[in-house]
């Protein structure tokens, strides 16, 4: 499988997130994209090429442009506010509930941050926008790849992308990869395109951005949002709106599942993309559902991720993965790669 590697990821190095009243060490870290690098290389799974490049244009098929540019400015904006803040990452601290209005943006910096945003766990550093944006070209990069005959290409990128929404970041999450290439392969011919994400965590920001479209199907497997991160969303009557219900599939899990459960879920998520008649597939191939992740409450284990692998195969469809969570960097390259190799048994 050909693999385009972000090769600017590490530009964005978070330094601390706010958890529980702390300042702690990122989970989200660069050596996360290396060591799935490294793997694909000993294993030989494919050609490794860098993104070609695209303009901000492409981003807006997803993002809001008032986003995209408060993205591409914000470092040196932050900068501005006062020079010791370029050893300071920047988090938001203030946000809009609902009722409040988000029609007129805000001057002072903090407020356009927090009206872009929904977590304090998701630094912005110097280089966040030049990585994402990258990174949004590897997913891009698959996606043409894969309209242009090839079975499956992988997205191996970072910050990942599927907690970002039109207009908000989040969830260590800036752009969302995989709606772009979803988007992607619609703008490139495919009339019904799925997407399946298997992170341990929902991705609110993939399901928000087409909950009422029936022609990307958004699937998730994740744990229960009444109790797991990002909360709010995610639970399982939520089954899409307008021309859009009965597009969206939330197969919600509680802690501690372990991999029969998940991969029953996984079965009638896969059943449900043959129903739907896809003709194209982008996987949100988060690992963090493996039992020694720090962050999360799934017991999956290393082996179990082929049998992951080949069941998303059995779907027969031409297949965009793009990298998300996984945060146990020890196992992370093995677990992706697990997946990617069962792909191709
Ligand atoms: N201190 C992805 O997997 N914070 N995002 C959890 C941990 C947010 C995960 C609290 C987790 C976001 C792409
Ligand atoms: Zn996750």
């Known amino acids: 499988m050909i693999?385009?590697?972000?090769?600017?990821?590490?530009?964005?190095?978070?330094?601390?997130?706010?958890?529980?009243?702390?300042?702690?060490?990122?989970?989200?870290?660069?050596?996360?994209?290396?060591?799935?690098?490294?793997?694909?290389?000993?294993?030989?799974?494919?050609?490794?090429?860098?993104?070609?490049?695209?303009?901000?244009?492409?981003?807006?098929?997803?993002?809001?442009?008032?986003?995209?540019?408060?993205l591409r400015g914000?470092?040196?904006?932050?900068?501005?506010?006062?020079?010791?803040?370029?050893?300071?990452?920047?988090l938001p601290s203030v946000w809009p509930v609902r009722g409040h209005r988000s029609d007129v943006l805000p001057e002072n910096f903090a407020a356009r941050m927090g009206l872009f945003s929904f977590d304090a766990g998701t630094p912005l550093t110097a280089g966040t926008w030049q990585a994402a944006r990258s990174g949004a070209w590897c997913a891009l990069s698959a996606a043409g790849r894969v309209l242009a005959g090839e079975r499956a290409a992988f997205a191996l990128t970072r910050p990942p992308g599927h907690h970002a929404g039109q207009?908000?970041?989040?969830?260590?999450?800036?752009?969302?990869?995989?709606?772009?290439?979803?988007?992607a392969l619609r703008d490139g011919g495919a009339g019904r395109v799925a997407v399946l994400d298997i992170d341990y965590h929902h991705g609110n920001g993939t399901q928000c951005l087409f909950y009422e479209r029936a022609d990307v199907f958004y699937l998730s497997l994740h744990g229960d949002p009444r109790s797991e991160y990002p909360f709010y969303l995610g639970h399982a009557d939520e089954t899409g709106a307008g021309a859009g219900l009965g597009f969206n599939l939330n197969l919600p899990l509680p802690r501690g599942t372990g991999f029969a459960a998940w991969f029953a879920a996984l079965a009638q998520a896969l059943r449900a993309i043959a129903d739907?008649?896809?003709?194209?597939?982008?996987?949100?191939?988060?690992?963090?559902?493996?039992?020694?992740?720090?962050?999360?409450?799934?017991?999956l284990q290393s082996d179990d991720y082929f049998q992951v692998g080949?069941?998303?195969?059995?779907?027969?469809?031409?297949?965009?993965?793009?990298?998300?969570?996984?945060?146990a960097v020890a196992a992370v390259g093995i677990n992706t790669a697990n997946v990617l190799e069962g792909f191709q048994r």
């Open 276 to 299: 739907y008649r896809a003709d194209a597939l982008v996987v949100s191939l988060g690992v963090d559902t493996f039992a020694g992740d720090p962050i999360s409450g799934f017991r």
């Open 310 to 327: 080949e069941a998303l195969a059995t779907a027969g469809l031409p297949s965009v993965f793009v990298f998300e969570g996984g945060y």
């Open 167 to 183: 207009d908000f970041f989040g969830g260590y999450c800036f752009l969302n990869n995989a709606a772009l290439a979803a988007q």
């Open 3 to 70: 693999t385009f590697y972000n090769d600017r990821h590490s530009l964005h190095q978070g330094r601390v997130e706010m958890f529980r009243g702390e300042l702690v060490p990122c989970f989200e870290v660069a050596a996360r994209a290396d060591r799935v690098l490294d793997e694909l290389r000993r294993r030989r799974l494919g050609a490794i090429e860098p993104a070609q490049a695209f303009d901000d244009a492409a981003l807006s098929r997803i993002h809001a442009s008032r986003y995209v540019e408060f």
């Open 74 to 90: 914000a470092w040196d904006e932050w900068v501005s506010l006062d020079p010791a803040n370029a050893r300071r990452d920047a």
